[in-house]
Nanobody, 115 residues
């Protein structure tokens, strides 16, 4: 059983930066495909960035060049560095760990971008 705990959300002005962290406990960290999703009310949860166990990294077009996903296997932590934030980045951000037998979600952390 894997437990995930996100942190790092908050309120920033447009153009600002935040760094989200997701600490995992349990399981073999390096074997998981990891991702950050975001959700706003009345919309489906959206994949933002993923870092696969192979090391492959993918981003949605909207965040390319602004967001960076990374991980620290020794610390069992995956990060999302978010720069040049826009109001449309406002959402609850969730980390997700996935393997062939299932997936796990964190509780979410709110990111609000406004003047």
């Amino acid at each position: 059983q894997v437990q995930l705990a996100e942190s790092g959300g908050g309120s920033v002005q447009p153009g600002g930066s935040l760094k989200l962290s997701c600490v995992a406990s349990g399981g073999y960290f390096a074997a998981y495909d990891m991702a950050w999703y975001r959700h706003v009310p009345e919309k489906e949860r959206e994949l933002v960035a993923q870092i696969l166990s192979s090391g492959t990294i993918n981003y949605i077009d909207d965040v390319k060049g602004r967001f960076t996903i990374s991980k620290d296997n020794a610390a069992s932590t995956v990060y999302l560095q978010m720069n040049s934030l826009k109001p449309e980045d406002t959402a609850v951000y969730y980390c997700n760990f996935k393997r062939w037998f299932g997936e796990y979600w964190g509780q979410g952390t709110q990111v609000t971008v406004s003047e």
